[in-house]
């Protein structure tokens, strides 16, 4: 509850502003279209870096220094000084921006640890590691509740339960506002329930439905004193979610009481309305404090400016919004705290250290989900001859996924550190063998005991990675360019990952052909129809986006800890390739399940 003393504070600043200087509070740039001169001259309220923007070499250093001058350009002026600036960025599985971060299993393989405790352990680190760069703003925990894996954020999401992902989101914001960064829980409401998963889509639910299942995860986290919240692209009933009074006004801010910041996505205004200061207008009377406006930042502001005092938008609703941005700011001891560069010693020393890396190998064990082991192949034993294959089996890129160095993720082992799968089966199996072209052409049962094919998806994030018969397919969402949020097309035509990968099935058929039995372990954002590929081998192993610590899968896959993860949303069995390309008929494997023998405690 906002007491006497800080709506005092508050009360102080809102007297001394003018209107330019409180409309640049509610303004949030990219840090590449704006400098510091510009920071000081609008009073801009917050800078964000868009998923791959980074400074210099990405070192944190770079990150300081960029913050600090932010900071210094906000807050240094002698007669009248400014309001501190916030710094915010999408660390959603680590501080996945900066190289040498340690980056953690996506939410979708902690929903399958089902731990919330060790969500809150990783939410630490991110902070530790966010405080090293200077930065004291992440846009996480995603709250989405996952209703159709053709979503390309599926695997932002903790999975399809919406009491777990309530528990989730709240040990993570939590965590994440203990260690000095602000949480912003997203994207309000309904994101994960759009029709055919269609991100940024329309999500059809009445009220009750739309309630229990996108809105009450938001709870705890509301409760618990999250300061900031992020509306969604979608729309609910045909209303978009970034012009919808009801869900900003009347029942986050009047009915839940929420203090916070509400923040746009990215440019989320511009699809209310194709005049501008319209869109402004119904957006900002909606209820939303901050606006993410990357690039077309000046405009907002004359926007805003033109809608004050053309009497569309009424001085007490900017009041509220910056109230509500300069309470965020207090308590997040922002008008206390010294300069970046003084206080980002805070975690610089930790930063991608081999302790942060032990959580996250846990997370990565913990995240396994075994669903097939005929014969007991599992687990492998280090002195069997071993033949390492798959598109996926040596590449960093592909195993920690979207929001990894850049905005759709990397290809290869150049810009991310860590271990790939095949270096951690290596370092406890030496007479492991790589295949050469990752085909697998080598197998031969004279030389080979077993084979572990690393197989699934490529990186992809937001609706570069939806699943839509029919649309044109991006051939390489590597190349993907940053605010293209209206993606051309999807990722692929079908959830049957031969269909999309018809390389995996290949390189698993033609080494069981050889008679040497097949391990296979799927690297994916999202539950997939695998059936030939399950039928193909002898052990199936759900890998999810393990991110930088492929060491943690070796260490099941050989047992040293046994197999506890359970699947967090249903595994479907097939999809109708005919019409939208859902998932069809009753799972394969339903919602909590794992191979019963798998989930024997781990030794000792
Ligand atoms: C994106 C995402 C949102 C993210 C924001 C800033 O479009 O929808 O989750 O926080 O832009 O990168």
Redesign the pocket.
């Known amino acids: 509850m906002a007491d006497m003393r800080e709506e005092a504070f508050v009360s102080g600043w809102l007297k001394r502003m003018s209107l330019r200087q409180k409309i640049g509070q509610m303004t949030m740039a990219e840090r590449l279209a704006v400098t510091p001169e510009d920071v000081k001259a609008h009073a801009l309220g917050a800078v964000?870096?868009?998923?791959g923007s980074h400074p210099g070499g990405n070192a944190p250093a770079d990150w300081v220094a960029m913050n600090d001058q932010f900071w210094q350009a906000a807050v240094a002026d002698a007669d009248s000084p400014g309001v501190p600036i916030l710094f915010?960025?999408?660390a959603?599985h680590g501080h996945n921006n900066v190289r040498g971060a340690t980056i953690f299993p996506h939410n979708i393989g902690l929903g399958a640890a089902g731990s919330p405790q060790l969500a809150a352990e990783i939410a630490r680190i991110t902070a530790k590691e966010m405080r090293a760069t200077g930065l004291d703003w992440n846009?996480?925990p995603?709250l989405a509740v996952v209703g159709n894996s053709q979503w390309g954020?599926t695997y932002?999401s903790f999975g399809c339960d919406p009491q777990r992902v309530a528990e989730f989101g709240v040990s993570y914001v939590r965590a994440l506002q203990d260690e000095g960064v602000m949480a912003?829980v997203?994207?309000w409401a309904g994101?994960g329930g759009t029709q055919h998963g269609m991100d940024?889509g329309e999500t059809t639910l009445d009220w009750e439905a739309f309630e229990a299942t996108h809105v009450a995860p938001y709870y705890p986290a509301l409760k618990a004193g999250v300061m900031s919240l992020?509306v969604?692209?979608n729309s609910w009933n045909g209303d978009k979610c970034h012009g919808h009074r009801f869900l900003v006004t009347e029942l986050l801010k009047q009915r839940l009481g929420f203090e916070g910041i509400v923040v746009s996505?990215?440019d989320?205004l511009k699809y209310l309305d194709d005049d501008y200061g319209v869109a402004v207008r119904q957006c900002v009377n909606a209820g939303l404090d901050m606006l993410?406006v990357?690039e077309a930042w000046r405009e907002f502001m004359d926007a805003l400016e033109a809608q004050v005092r053309g009497g569309h938008v009424r001085m007490e609703r900017i009041d509220d919004a910056v109230r509500r941005i300069l309470r965020a700011k207090l308590r997040q001891g922002l008008f206390d705290a010294p300069r970046p560069a003084e206080r980002s010693g805070i975690g610089a020393a930790s930063f991608g250290s081999p302790a942060h890396r032990q959580v996250a190998k846990r997370a990565v064990r913990a995240s396994l989900v075994l669903l097939k082991n005929r014969l007991g192949l599992l687990p492998l034993a280090p002195s069997q001859r071993l033949l390492v294959a798959g598109k996926n089996a040596h590449n960093l890129g592909h195993q920690c996924g979207g929001w990894t160095l850049s905005?759709q993720g990397e290809n290869g082992n150049a810009t991310i550190e860590g271990t790939t799968i095949w270096e951690g089966i290596h370092a406890m199996a030496p007479q492991a063998e790589l295949s050469a072209d990752l085909s697998g052409a080598e197998a031969d049962p004279a030389k080979h005991d077993a084979a572990l094919v690393v197989i699934g998806e490529k990186p992809y994030?937001?609706g570069f990675g939806d699943i839509r018969p029919g649309d044109e397919v991006i051939q390489d969402t590597g190349s993907a360019v940053r605010g293209l949020?209206n993606p051309l097309g999807p990722y692929g035509q079908s959830l049957e990952l031969a269909r999309t990968h018809p390389e995996d099935l290949a390189c698993i058929r033609r080494i069981a052909a050889t008679g040497v039995p097949v391990v296979a372990l799927l690297i994916s954002g999202r539950p997939l129809v695998v059936n030939a590929e399950l039928d193909a081998c002898a052990a199936f192993v759900a890998g999810w986006l393990p991110g930088s610590e492929g060491q943690g899968v070796a260490e099941v896959l050989f047992g040293q800890h046994g197999f506890t993860g359970r699947l967090p949303l249903p595994w479907p069995r097939s999809a109708n390739t005919s019409g939208d390309g859902a998932a069809s008929g009753e799972p394969l494997f339903p919602t909590g399940y794992a191979l019963a023998a798998a989930l024997v405690p781990p030794p000792g």
Do not use: Y
């Not at 964000?48 to 998923?51: D, E, P, R, T, W």
């Open positions: 964000l870096s868009g998923g915010g960025i999408d959603v846009f996480a995603t954020r932002e912003c997203k994207h994101d940024q992020m969604s692209f996505d990215w989320g993410m990357p905005w994030a937001e949020i």
